[in-house]
Nanobody
């Protein structure tokens, strides 16, 4: 199982970035997928979670992401995206996608993608 994140970069305060995570190398389906962030000097923290494959999957956001970020998935492409709007300098960090299968052991992390928001 491989998770590949992309879409990070440099943005100005108030700007937007869209991150994408593609799952490959497996026929397993992962109903729950997350985006995490590690800000400089801090521990990794959960940003957003999406659960389910139907048209309206359940989503949850941390306080830092509520109202500004949107997590979504494309089942056909096996991707999970994180649309980040109204970016703030404190959103700076390395963003990683994560998942674990409900019926098999282990969990999977993608290589992080750097997001830098300038003031």
């Amino acid at each position: 199982v491989q998770l590949q994140a992309s879409g990070g970069g440099l943005a100005q305060t108030g700007g937007s970035l869209r991150l994408s995570c593609v799952v490959s190398g497996t026929t397993l389906r992962f109903p729950v997928m997350d985006w995490y962030r590690r800000a400089p000097g801090n521990q990794r923290e959960l940003v957003a979670t999406i659960e389910g494959f139907d048209r309206s999957p359940r989503t949850n956001y941390s306080d830092l992401a509520k109202g500004r970020f949107t997590i979504s998935r494309d089942n056909a492409r096996n991707t999970v995206d994180l649309q980040m709007n109204s970016l703030k300098p404190e959103d700076t960090g390395v963003y990683s996608c994560h998942t674990k299968h409900p019926f098999t052991p282990g969990e999977y992390w993608g290589h992080g993608t750097q997001v830098t928001v300038s003031s």
